[in-house]
């Protein structure tokens, strides 16, 4: 069965053969979508997407470059990708950032005001932005995705900032999922809460190895979640499996976020 058979989107947040989105976008591959990839204009990023991508074994990718704070390249990148794409069903929306000089216990009150504005902005406020120029090309419905951590719903030392920034992305969701659901637009807007995975942005926080081990012993599942496993949820989230859900934060993370103790 290929659940996403003749459906095409955009996948916002492959840096490397580690990130979420390259996971995600393996198993969207899998089931048969055509994906348009972005990549930081900055550095060896777009050689390091096009690598990833070739891993995947997709042909001549449509590739472009993007950063998430600048309205002149959220306007850019949407008119490129209607000219050279098309309309599209579904968006993956895979990037976060914050300063890690203050993803540091005990360094979340001395947060510059920029710092935190420019984490809310990159990591929240641009699924908005985003939803906003995508779905002039979803006219057909569809649905938008992006990706949370527990550490937004609970105090993670260290986390600080970027949870304050998944708090927002969740509600975010929330509210647009409210906006895009009409009979108009037909657009549904959900989040993965995804457990602990070895990726850049991961490693920016310190707390990486401690929370693979705790989610490793406390879940009900005693393992880590696989980069494949939040794919495989993000089927069913941008397929007609999941028609009914919208608002939505899933938890993909062995039942890690249900335990107390
Ligand atoms: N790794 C984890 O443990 C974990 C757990 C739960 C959720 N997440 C979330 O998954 C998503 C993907 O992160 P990842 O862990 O795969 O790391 P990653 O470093 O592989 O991906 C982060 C992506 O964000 C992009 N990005 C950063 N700043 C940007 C900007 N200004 N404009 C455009 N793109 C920008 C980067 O280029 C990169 O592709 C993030 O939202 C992250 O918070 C990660």
Same mark, same amino acid.
């Given at each position: 069965?290929?659940l996403?058979q003749g459906?095409?989107?955009?996948?916002?947040?492959?840096?490397?053969e580690? $990130?979420y /989105?390259y996971?995600?976008?393996?198993?969207?591959?899998?089931?048969?979508?055509?994906?348009?990839?972005?990549?930081l204009?900055?550095?060896? *990023?777009?050689?390091?997407?096009r690598k990833?991508?070739?891993?995947?074994?997709v042909e001549?990718?449509?590739? /472009?470059?993007f950063?998430? =704070?600048?309205?002149? $390249?959220?306007?850019?990148?949407?008119t490129?990708?209607?000219?050279?794409f098309?309309?599209?069903?579904f968006?993956?929306h895979?990037i976060?950032?914050a300063d890690?000089?203050?993803?540091?216990p005990?360094m979340?009150?001395q947060?510059p005001?920029q710092t935190?504005?420019?984490?809310?902005?990159? !990591? /929240?406020?641009?699924l908005?932005?985003?939803? #906003?120029?995508? *779905?002039?090309?979803?006219?057909?419905?569809g !649905?938008?995705?992006?990706? $949370?951590?527990?550490g @937004?719903?609970?105090? *993670?030392?260290?986390?600080n900032v970027?949870?304050?920034?998944?708090?927002?992305?969740?509600?975010?969701?929330?509210y647009l +999922?409210?906006?895009?659901?009409?009979?108009?637009?037909k657009?549904r807007v #959900?989040?993965?809460?995804?457990g602990?995975?070895?990726?850049?942005? =991961? +490693?920016?926080?310190?707390? *990486?190895?401690?929370m693979?081990?705790?989610? !490793?012993?406390k879940s009900?599942?005693?393992?880590? #979640?696989?980069?494949?496993?939040? @794919?495989?949820? +993000?089927?069913?989230?941008? $397929?007609d499996?999941s028609?009914?859900?919208? @608002?939505?934060?899933?938890?993909v993370d062995? @039942?890690?976020s249900?335990v107390?103790?």
């Amino acid at each position: 069965m290929s659940l996403l058979q003749g459906k095409k989107g955009i996948v916002f947040g492959i840096a490397n053969e580690r $990130s979420y /989105a390259y996971f995600i976008t393996k198993q969207l591959l899998a089931q048969g979508a055509e994906c348009a990839f972005t990549h930081l204009p900055i550095g060896k *990023m777009e050689a390091r997407l096009r690598k990833a991508v070739a891993s995947l074994g997709v042909e001549d990718p449509w590739i /472009a470059p993007f950063e998430a =704070g600048s309205d002149e $390249s959220l306007d850019t990148l949407f008119t490129r990708v209607h000219d050279d794409f098309g309309d599209i069903d579904f968006v993956v929306h895979s990037i976060a950032f914050a300063d890690k000089d203050y993803l540091k216990p005990d360094m979340f009150h001395q947060t510059p005001r920029q710092t935190y504005l420019d984490a809310i902005d990159v !990591s /929240a406020f641009s699924l908005v932005a985003i939803t #906003n120029r995508a *779905m002039k090309i979803m006219p057909n419905g569809g !649905s938008i995705l992006s990706l $949370s951590f527990y550490g @937004g719903e609970k105090v *993670m030392p260290g986390y600080n900032v970027m949870g304050v920034a998944k708090a927002c992305l969740e509600h975010t969701t929330r509210y647009l +999922a409210y906006e895009m659901g009409d009979a108009d637009r037909k657009i549904r807007v #959900n989040c993965i809460s995804a457990g602990p995975l070895k990726t850049l942005a =991961g +490693a920016a926080f310190g707390g *990486m190895d401690q929370m693979l081990e705790h989610q !490793s012993k406390k879940s009900p599942l005693k393992r880590p #979640n696989t980069g494949e496993e939040v @794919g495989n949820t +993000a089927v069913y989230l941008l $397929s007609d499996l999941s028609s009914a859900v919208t @608002g939505e934060t899933i938890h993909v993370d062995a @039942g890690y976020s249900i335990v107390g103790l």
